[in-house]
């Protein structure tokens, strides 16, 4: 059976018969030869190319490399500088802080110096303020003794009680203790305003001689009469003589007693009299008399009340302010200070030994 022909219409028979002339058809080995040659030189291609590709990835990461070395060795030059400025400054520093230790040294010494001196020299805290007090309490005893002034000697022992509480101190027990006695017997005595009293009796002596006398009182202003200058003459006439009649006599019904008659001449002693009346009183306020006191404010109300018109402004004012003043309660007698000034005196006496003795001795 035969071999059916191809497309050509040759048969697969004979291959060599079907080939045309002057050429030899392939052999398997020879397309097997050339398979290979074409991977060959495709595998070297592909090798030159990733070998060009590893050796650009290894150029850039020698330059970046190279980049970082290079800031890297920027960094390190000027960490050095800065490292020798940082040395230079902390050497500087160095010697600044030993040259101030010296001198803190030096002026601590110098100090210590100072204090030790000052202690050889100069009193205590404690000496000065018992020598203050004592000096503030001698000047509260002569208010007293002088001008009975309770409330400066009431503030002078505040002054050193306070004083004494500051400093905190177990030796001035005593002397609190006494002055605290002295605040008590002085806040027991009854306050007198003396400067204001005495500024109420300058204020009357100032105004005596603007007092107007009982004698003087003036009668009210008359009604005016109404006008007359349309009635008739014999009118106008009957009416005037009435009105001049009418003028010579007054009757006044009065509850007061009738104002004495005081000569003009007598006016002058009555007004300095007055003066010299309440004059006194000032006085026996200032000498704490309060007997003479009153005797004094007793008599000038009641001359005022019998020679002075008493409905005049200026004799109201006066006469109230007597009322004020007779209501005035004087001590008999003022405490002194004695005790506190006793405790001052002896702490100080005290102070003093202990200064006086020799050093290193108790």
Do not use: C, H
Request: charged letters at 25%; aromatic letters at 4%; zero cysteines.
């Amino acid at each position: 059976m035969s071999t059916p022909p191809d497309r050509a219409g040759r048969s697969d028979a004979d291959p060599r018969a079907r080939a045309p002339e002057g050429r030899r058809a392939p052999s398997p080995r020879g397309n097997a030869r050339l398979v290979a040659a074409v991977v060959v030189a495709i595998a070297a291609v592909l090798g030159f190319l990733a070998w060009l590709d590893v050796k650009r990835d290894v150029a850039d990461l020698r330059a970046e490399i190279a980049g970082r070395l290079t800031a890297a060795d920027t960094a390190d030059a000027q960490a050095k500088t800065r490292d020798a400025e940082l040395s230079g400054a902390l050497r500087e520093a160095q010697a600044k802080l030993a040259l101030l230790e010296t001198r803190v040294a030096e002026s601590q010494s110098q100090q210590a110096a100072l204090d030790t001196l000052y202690r050889d020299l100069a009193p205590s805290r404690d000496e000065l303020a018992v020598v203050e007090i004592e000096q503030g309490l001698a000047l509260a005893s002569q208010q007293l003794a002088i001008a009975a002034n309770v409330p400066a000697a009431i503030a002078a022992l505040q002054v050193a009680d306070a004083k004494l509480a500051r400093l905190d101190r177990p030796k001035f027990a005593p002397l609190r203790r006494a002055i605290a006695a002295d605040l008590e017997k002085l806040k027991a005595v009854p306050y007198v305003d003396t400067a204001g009293v005495a500024g109420k009796l300058d204020a009357a002596i100032a105004s005596i001689d603007a007092l107007p006398l009982a004698r003087d009182e003036r009668l009210p202003a008359p009604v005016a009469a109404p006008s007359l200058a349309e009635a008739p003459a014999w009118s106008r006439f009957l009416r005037e003589m009435w009105a001049d009649l009418r003028g010579l006599i007054r009757v006044e019904v009065s509850e007061r007693a009738v104002a004495p008659l005081v000569a003009p001449p007598q006016e002058y002693y009555l007004r300095e009299n007055l003066r010299l009346r309440l004059l006194s009183a000032r006085l026996s306020l200032i000498a704490r008399n309060e007997p003479a006191f009153r005797a004094d404010v007793k008599a000038a109300d009641a001359w005022l009340r019998r020679y002075f018109d008493v409905r005049a402004k200026s004799a109201t004012t006066v006469l109230a302010a007597l009322a004020s003043m007779a209501s005035v309660t004087m001590a008999t007698e003022v405490p002194e200070l004695t005790r506190s000034l006793d405790a001052a005196r002896a702490l100080r006496s005290a102070q003093d030994a202990r200064a006086e003795a020799p050093r290193g001795r108790p």
